[in-house]
């Protein structure tokens, strides 16, 4: 699995179903990934419109840069939050809205 299949159809699908969106709309933020490394890339997920999108969003609520495998792995489950944070490769600019993300749109 690579970042862009993760974004662009796991959680893009899962914002798109309707019975997750409730749940979405409550964060009420934008978030900014940058994902370093190979298959990287930049992506938006805006749980305001419940969408997922390439690029970079301006004034985003929640900025989260990592790794594109340990990316992967955090979202396979295979690594935890905290331990990548804790080892520097996990970083985010708000921590509230980082550790909502993961009701919505996990692995």
């Known amino acids: 699995m690579t970042p862009e299949e993760i974004f662009e159809t796991n959680i893009a699908g899962r914002l798109a179903d309707p019975k997750h969106q409730p749940g979405a709309k409550e964060i009420d933020a934008v978030y900014q990934f940058n994902i370093n490394g190979d ?56 921590m509230g809205l980082a550790m909502k993300l993961g009701k919505v749109i996990g692995g």
């Open 39 to 94: 298959d990287g890339g930049q992506w938006v997920v805006d749980m305001k419109e419940c969408t997922v999108r390439r690029g970079e969003a301006e004034g985003a609520d929640c900025t989260i840069t990592v790794g594109s495998l340990d990316f992967v792995n955090l979202y396979e489950g295979k690594v935890q939050g905290p331990m990548l944070v804790m080892q520097g490769k996990l970083q985010f600019t708000n």
